[in-house]
Protein backbone atom coordinates (compact mmCIF):
# COMPACT_ATOMS: atom_id res chain seq x y z
CA UNK A 1 0.00 0.00 0.00
CA UNK A 2 2.78 2.07 0.79
CA UNK A 3 4.49 1.61 -2.82
CA UNK A 4 1.29 2.44 -4.22
CA UNK A 5 0.99 6.00 -2.68
CA UNK A 6 4.25 6.97 -3.48
CA UNK A 7 3.10 5.79 -7.03
CA UNK A 8 0.14 7.68 -7.37
CA UNK A 9 1.71 10.76 -5.71
CA UNK A 10 4.19 10.76 -8.29
CA UNK A 11 1.93 10.53 -10.98
CA UNK A 12 0.50 13.36 -9.42
CA UNK A 13 3.16 14.93 -9.79
CA UNK A 14 4.55 13.96 -13.48
CA UNK A 15 2.14 12.80 -15.74
CA UNK A 16 0.39 16.20 -17.55
CA UNK A 17 -3.08 17.22 -16.28
CA UNK A 18 -5.31 17.71 -17.93
CA UNK A 19 -4.03 15.11 -20.41
CA UNK A 20 -3.23 16.48 -24.01
CA UNK A 21 -5.69 15.59 -26.24
CA UNK A 22 -5.62 15.67 -30.22
CA UNK A 23 -8.08 17.61 -31.93
CA UNK A 24 -11.03 15.45 -32.58
CA UNK A 25 -13.39 16.59 -35.42
CA UNK A 26 -16.56 15.39 -34.67
CA UNK A 27 -15.42 11.91 -33.12
CA UNK A 28 -18.59 10.48 -31.77
CA UNK A 29 -18.48 9.59 -28.07
CA UNK A 30 -21.54 8.07 -25.77
CA UNK A 31 -20.29 7.92 -22.50
CA UNK A 32 -22.16 6.48 -19.53
CA UNK A 33 -22.20 8.44 -16.37
CA UNK A 34 -21.05 11.43 -17.23
CA UNK A 35 -23.00 13.94 -14.79
CA UNK A 36 -20.48 13.90 -12.61
CA UNK A 37 -16.78 12.57 -11.03
CA UNK A 38 -14.85 10.93 -13.74
CA UNK A 39 -17.54 10.38 -16.58
CA UNK A 40 -18.18 14.32 -16.28
CA UNK A 41 -14.06 14.96 -17.06
CA UNK A 42 -14.26 12.74 -19.66
CA UNK A 43 -16.91 14.24 -21.56
CA UNK A 44 -15.73 17.96 -20.86
CA UNK A 45 -12.20 17.16 -22.08
CA UNK A 46 -13.78 15.26 -25.01
CA UNK A 47 -16.45 17.88 -26.21
CA UNK A 48 -13.27 20.73 -26.11
CA UNK A 49 -11.30 19.15 -27.60
CA UNK A 50 -13.81 19.08 -30.62
CA UNK A 51 -16.31 15.96 -30.00
CA UNK A 52 -19.63 15.34 -30.29
CA UNK A 53 -20.33 13.89 -26.89
CA UNK A 54 -23.85 12.01 -26.17
CA UNK A 55 -24.44 11.80 -22.21
CA UNK A 56 -27.31 8.98 -21.70
CA UNK A 57 -29.02 9.73 -18.50
CA UNK A 58 -31.56 8.90 -16.26
CA UNK A 59 -32.94 12.43 -15.35
CA UNK A 60 -32.04 15.02 -18.85
CA UNK A 61 -33.64 18.09 -17.04
CA UNK A 62 -31.24 18.22 -14.68
CA UNK A 63 -28.51 17.02 -17.56
CA UNK A 64 -29.46 20.15 -19.62
CA UNK A 65 -29.28 22.49 -16.48
CA UNK A 66 -25.66 21.04 -15.95
CA UNK A 67 -24.68 21.43 -19.93
CA UNK A 68 -25.80 25.28 -19.58
CA UNK A 69 -23.83 26.12 -16.34
CA UNK A 70 -21.29 24.30 -18.21
CA UNK A 71 -21.63 26.36 -21.07
CA UNK A 72 -22.10 29.77 -19.32
CA UNK A 73 -18.75 29.41 -17.88
CA UNK A 74 -16.75 29.43 -21.28
CA UNK A 75 -15.82 32.44 -22.85
CA UNK A 76 -16.68 33.79 -26.30
CA UNK A 77 -18.77 31.87 -28.57
CA UNK A 78 -17.47 28.33 -27.92
CA UNK A 79 -20.28 25.73 -28.36
CA UNK A 80 -20.75 22.20 -26.80
CA UNK A 81 -21.60 19.99 -29.17
CA UNK A 82 -23.52 17.53 -26.58
CA UNK A 83 -26.77 15.49 -26.92
CA UNK A 84 -28.70 14.34 -24.41
CA UNK A 85 -30.35 10.77 -23.97
CA UNK A 86 -32.42 9.15 -21.43
CA UNK A 87 -31.06 5.92 -20.02
CA UNK A 88 -31.80 4.04 -16.36
CA UNK A 89 -28.86 1.87 -15.53
CA UNK A 90 -31.47 0.15 -12.67
CA UNK A 91 -33.47 -0.82 -16.09
CA UNK A 92 -32.43 -3.24 -18.95
CA UNK A 93 -35.68 -2.27 -20.64
CA UNK A 94 -34.59 1.11 -20.50
CA UNK A 95 -31.13 -0.05 -21.97
CA UNK A 96 -32.61 -1.46 -24.92
CA UNK A 97 -34.91 1.58 -25.51
CA UNK A 98 -31.84 3.60 -25.21
CA UNK A 99 -29.93 1.42 -27.98
CA UNK A 100 -33.21 1.38 -30.10
CA UNK A 101 -33.11 5.27 -30.15
CA UNK A 102 -29.28 5.59 -31.11
CA UNK A 103 -29.28 2.47 -33.89
CA UNK A 104 -32.25 4.13 -35.53
CA UNK A 105 -30.45 7.57 -36.11
CA UNK A 106 -28.32 5.61 -38.07
CA UNK A 107 -24.96 7.87 -37.05
CA UNK A 108 -21.50 6.26 -36.83
CA UNK A 109 -19.90 5.74 -33.32
CA UNK A 110 -16.47 6.42 -32.81
CA UNK A 111 -16.24 5.63 -29.02
CA UNK A 112 -18.48 3.96 -26.50
CA UNK A 113 -16.73 4.67 -22.65
CA UNK A 114 -18.95 2.50 -20.42
CA UNK A 115 -17.74 4.71 -17.18
CA UNK A 116 -20.84 4.17 -14.97
CA UNK A 117 -20.71 2.03 -11.54
CA UNK A 118 -21.46 1.42 -8.12
CA UNK A 119 -19.77 0.45 -4.89
CA UNK A 120 -21.88 0.80 -2.03
CA UNK A 121 -19.40 0.00 0.66
CA UNK A 122 -21.46 -2.11 3.76
CA UNK A 123 -25.25 -1.74 2.25
CA UNK A 124 -26.94 -4.14 2.47
CA UNK A 125 -27.67 -6.66 -0.36
CA UNK A 126 -30.22 -4.84 -3.16
CA UNK A 127 -31.57 -6.05 -6.49
CA UNK A 128 -33.08 -3.79 -9.52
CA UNK A 129 -36.51 -4.18 -10.61
CA UNK A 130 -35.05 -7.26 -13.78
CA UNK A 131 -34.06 -9.10 -10.46
CA UNK A 132 -30.20 -8.75 -10.78
CA UNK A 133 -27.92 -7.58 -7.46
CA UNK A 134 -27.54 -4.02 -8.41
CA UNK A 135 -23.43 -3.75 -8.31
CA UNK A 136 -23.92 -6.47 -11.62
CA UNK A 137 -26.08 -5.13 -13.02
CA UNK A 138 -24.72 -1.23 -13.26
CA UNK A 139 -20.91 -2.32 -13.39
CA UNK A 140 -21.37 -5.70 -15.62
CA UNK A 141 -24.81 -6.62 -17.21
CA UNK A 142 -25.66 -2.88 -18.64
CA UNK A 143 -21.66 -2.24 -19.92
CA UNK A 144 -22.28 -5.99 -22.11
CA UNK A 145 -25.49 -5.23 -22.96
CA UNK A 146 -24.58 -1.96 -24.35
CA UNK A 147 -21.81 -2.98 -25.97
CA UNK A 148 -23.42 -6.35 -27.74
CA UNK A 149 -26.53 -3.80 -28.69
CA UNK A 150 -24.79 -1.25 -30.40
CA UNK A 151 -22.43 -3.35 -32.24
CA UNK A 152 -23.98 -1.71 -35.68
CA UNK A 153 -23.16 1.90 -35.02
CA UNK A 154 -19.26 1.13 -33.92
CA UNK A 155 -18.76 -0.81 -36.90
CA UNK A 156 -20.23 2.04 -39.25
CA UNK A 157 -17.67 4.15 -37.17
CA UNK A 158 -15.04 2.28 -37.40
CA UNK A 159 -11.85 2.51 -36.39
CA UNK A 160 -13.93 2.60 -32.96
CA UNK A 161 -13.85 1.69 -29.47
CA UNK A 162 -15.76 -0.04 -26.68
CA UNK A 163 -13.92 1.63 -23.58
CA UNK A 164 -15.06 -0.32 -20.15
CA UNK A 165 -14.07 1.21 -16.92
CA UNK A 166 -12.32 -1.16 -14.34
CA UNK A 167 -10.92 -1.46 -11.13
CA UNK A 168 -7.30 -2.77 -10.36
CA UNK A 169 -8.79 -4.75 -7.37
CA UNK A 170 -9.98 -7.38 -9.75
CA UNK A 171 -7.01 -8.56 -9.21
CA UNK A 172 -8.09 -10.45 -5.81
CA UNK A 173 -11.95 -11.35 -7.09
CA UNK A 174 -13.09 -14.55 -8.72
CA UNK A 175 -16.31 -14.72 -10.84
CA UNK A 176 -18.58 -18.05 -9.43
CA UNK A 177 -20.30 -18.95 -12.42
CA UNK A 178 -23.11 -20.88 -10.85
CA UNK A 179 -24.21 -17.85 -9.02
CA UNK A 180 -23.11 -14.43 -10.65
CA UNK A 181 -26.40 -13.24 -9.49
CA UNK A 182 -25.19 -14.06 -5.82
CA UNK A 183 -28.78 -15.65 -4.48
CA UNK A 184 -27.27 -19.14 -3.14
CA UNK A 185 -26.79 -17.95 0.15
CA UNK A 186 -23.58 -20.37 -0.08
CA UNK A 187 -21.19 -17.13 1.19
CA UNK A 188 -21.97 -14.29 3.19
CA UNK A 189 -23.12 -11.29 0.76
CA UNK A 190 -20.87 -8.38 1.00
CA UNK A 191 -20.74 -5.58 -1.25
CA UNK A 192 -17.25 -5.54 -1.48
CA UNK A 193 -17.13 -8.91 -3.00
CA UNK A 194 -19.76 -8.23 -5.19
CA UNK A 195 -18.12 -5.03 -6.48
CA UNK A 196 -15.17 -7.10 -7.02
CA UNK A 197 -16.84 -9.89 -9.39
CA UNK A 198 -18.89 -7.52 -11.40
CA UNK A 199 -15.43 -6.15 -12.21
CA UNK A 200 -13.57 -8.74 -12.97
CA UNK A 201 -16.55 -10.29 -14.75
CA UNK A 202 -16.38 -7.50 -17.32
CA UNK A 203 -13.17 -8.37 -18.10
CA UNK A 204 -13.98 -11.83 -18.89
CA UNK A 205 -16.87 -10.35 -20.82
CA UNK A 206 -14.61 -8.07 -22.66
CA UNK A 207 -11.92 -10.61 -23.63
CA UNK A 208 -14.56 -13.15 -25.28
CA UNK A 209 -16.29 -10.20 -26.96
CA UNK A 210 -12.93 -9.30 -28.45
CA UNK A 211 -12.09 -12.86 -29.94
CA UNK A 212 -15.88 -13.19 -31.25
CA UNK A 213 -15.28 -9.33 -33.66
CA UNK A 214 -14.06 -10.46 -36.91
CA UNK A 215 -10.79 -8.96 -37.64
CA UNK A 216 -12.02 -6.74 -40.22
CA UNK A 217 -14.33 -5.16 -38.27
CA UNK A 218 -12.52 -2.26 -37.09
CA UNK A 219 -13.61 -2.27 -33.08
CA UNK A 220 -11.11 -2.30 -30.72
CA UNK A 221 -12.16 -3.48 -27.28
CA UNK A 222 -10.37 -1.76 -24.18
CA UNK A 223 -10.76 -1.64 -20.22
CA UNK A 224 -9.11 0.64 -18.54
CA UNK A 225 -8.25 1.20 -14.76
CA UNK A 226 -8.89 4.87 -13.59
CA UNK A 227 -6.56 4.62 -9.81
CA UNK A 228 -7.45 5.71 -6.58
CA UNK A 229 -10.08 8.32 -7.36
CA UNK A 230 -11.46 10.69 -4.81
CA UNK A 231 -15.12 10.98 -6.56
CA UNK A 232 -18.98 11.06 -5.13
CA UNK A 233 -18.44 7.35 -4.45
CA UNK A 234 -18.38 8.32 -1.36
CA UNK A 235 -22.11 9.16 -0.80
CA UNK A 236 -22.55 5.19 -0.25
CA UNK A 237 -20.25 4.71 1.84
CA UNK A 238 -20.57 5.39 6.11
CA UNK A 239 -20.28 8.84 7.24
CA UNK A 240 -17.48 7.92 9.73
CA UNK A 241 -15.17 6.30 6.58
CA UNK A 242 -16.43 9.24 4.38
CA UNK A 243 -14.31 11.64 6.52
CA UNK A 244 -11.38 9.63 6.54
CA UNK A 245 -11.54 9.54 2.48
CA UNK A 246 -11.72 12.88 2.08
CA UNK A 247 -8.79 13.51 4.20
CA UNK A 248 -6.48 11.99 2.16
CA UNK A 249 -6.76 13.88 -0.88
CA UNK A 250 -2.67 13.82 -1.56
CA UNK A 251 -2.85 9.89 -2.00
CA UNK A 252 -5.92 9.59 -4.40
CA UNK A 253 -6.43 11.39 -7.89
CA UNK A 254 -8.64 13.66 -8.50
CA UNK A 255 -11.72 13.63 -11.19
CA UNK A 256 -9.62 14.83 -13.60
CA UNK A 257 -6.67 13.07 -12.65
CA UNK A 258 -8.57 10.26 -13.00
CA UNK A 259 -9.96 10.53 -16.47
CA UNK A 260 -6.77 10.41 -17.82
CA UNK A 261 -6.49 6.52 -18.84
CA UNK A 262 -10.12 6.52 -20.22
CA UNK A 263 -9.05 9.50 -22.67
CA UNK A 264 -5.93 7.93 -23.63
CA UNK A 265 -7.75 5.11 -24.73
CA UNK A 266 -10.22 6.82 -26.25
CA UNK A 267 -7.91 9.11 -28.11
CA UNK A 268 -4.66 7.59 -28.35
CA UNK A 269 -3.37 6.62 -32.02
CA UNK A 270 -1.51 3.10 -30.94
CA UNK A 271 -4.40 1.96 -29.21
CA UNK A 272 -5.58 -0.11 -32.29
CA UNK A 273 -1.87 -1.05 -32.95
CA UNK A 274 -1.96 -2.44 -29.20
CA UNK A 275 -5.51 -4.03 -30.05
CA UNK A 276 -4.30 -5.27 -33.22
CA UNK A 277 -1.52 -7.20 -31.75
CA UNK A 278 -2.69 -8.63 -28.89
CA UNK A 279 -5.15 -10.44 -31.72
CA UNK A 280 -2.59 -11.32 -33.60
CA UNK A 281 -0.45 -12.95 -30.96
CA UNK A 282 -3.47 -15.03 -29.70
CA UNK A 283 -3.55 -12.90 -26.53
CA UNK A 284 -6.17 -14.26 -23.85
CA UNK A 285 -7.51 -11.33 -22.33
CA UNK A 286 -8.50 -7.78 -24.03
CA UNK A 287 -6.33 -4.78 -24.49
CA UNK A 288 -6.12 -3.10 -20.70
CA UNK A 289 -4.43 0.46 -19.95
CA UNK A 290 -3.03 1.08 -16.50
CA UNK A 291 -4.21 4.32 -14.79
CA UNK A 292 -0.15 5.52 -15.50
CA UNK A 293 -1.89 5.27 -19.24
CA UNK A 294 0.36 2.14 -20.27
CA UNK A 295 -0.09 -1.39 -21.36
CA UNK A 296 -0.76 -3.63 -18.62
CA UNK A 297 -1.92 -7.17 -17.97
CA UNK A 298 -5.16 -7.58 -15.80
CA UNK A 299 -5.38 -10.41 -13.51
CA UNK A 300 -3.92 -14.23 -13.87
CA UNK A 301 -8.25 -14.87 -12.79
CA UNK A 302 -8.69 -13.18 -16.16
CA UNK A 303 -6.87 -15.33 -18.27
CA UNK A 304 -8.70 -18.05 -17.96
CA UNK A 305 -10.68 -18.19 -21.29
CA UNK A 306 -12.59 -21.42 -20.43
CA UNK A 307 -14.39 -19.62 -17.14
CA UNK A 308 -14.49 -16.07 -19.39
CA UNK A 309 -16.40 -17.96 -22.51
CA UNK A 310 -19.06 -19.30 -19.71
CA UNK A 311 -19.59 -15.88 -17.85
CA UNK A 312 -20.37 -14.43 -21.27
CA UNK A 313 -22.59 -17.16 -22.16
CA UNK A 314 -24.73 -16.62 -18.95
CA UNK A 315 -23.99 -12.15 -19.06
CA UNK A 316 -25.74 -12.79 -22.25
CA UNK A 317 -28.61 -14.87 -21.22
CA UNK A 318 -29.00 -12.56 -18.05
CA UNK A 319 -29.43 -9.97 -20.33
CA UNK A 320 -32.01 -11.64 -22.93
CA UNK A 321 -29.98 -11.89 -25.43
CA UNK A 322 -29.36 -15.39 -27.58
CA UNK A 323 -25.77 -16.87 -27.03
CA UNK A 324 -24.35 -15.64 -30.72
CA UNK A 325 -25.91 -12.32 -30.73
CA UNK A 326 -22.19 -10.62 -31.56
CA UNK A 327 -22.32 -12.62 -34.78
CA UNK A 328 -25.92 -11.95 -35.58
CA UNK A 329 -26.01 -8.37 -35.42
CA UNK A 330 -22.55 -7.71 -37.22
CA UNK A 331 -24.13 -9.53 -39.95
CA UNK A 332 -26.82 -6.97 -40.31
CA UNK A 333 -29.19 -9.45 -38.76
CA UNK A 334 -32.16 -8.83 -36.42
CA UNK A 335 -32.15 -10.31 -32.69
CA UNK A 336 -34.77 -10.68 -29.89
CA UNK A 337 -33.52 -9.22 -26.41
CA UNK A 338 -36.48 -10.30 -23.68
CA UNK A 339 -36.27 -6.94 -21.98
CA UNK A 340 -37.49 -5.21 -24.85
CA UNK A 341 -39.32 -5.07 -28.85
CA UNK A 342 -37.72 -6.37 -31.78
CA UNK A 343 -34.25 -5.02 -32.56
CA UNK A 344 -32.44 -4.16 -35.66
Not at 26 to 51: P, R
Not at 67 to 88: A, R, Y
Not at 197 to 220: H, R, T, W
Not at 223 to 234: D, K
Request: charged share 15%; proline share 5%.
Amino acid sequence: MHGEAELVSSLKRNLKNPLPLPLLNDLSCIVIGSTSGIGFEIAKQLTESGACVIMPVRNPTASHNLIHKWQSHKSGTFSLNIDVMELNLLSLESVVRFSQAWNSISKPLNVLINNAGIFSIGEHQKFSNDGYETHMQVNHLVPALLSVLLLPSPKRGAPSRIINVNSIMHFISYVDTNDMNFISRKTKFSSLKMYLSSKLALVMFSSILQKNLPDGSGISVVCVVPGSVQTNVARDIPKIVQIAYHLIPYFLFNAEEGSRSTLFAATDSDVPKYFAKLKTDVWSVCAYISYCCSKMSPSNESHRTDTSRVVCKKTLDMVGLPAYSVEIILEGKDVQCRYGPHLN
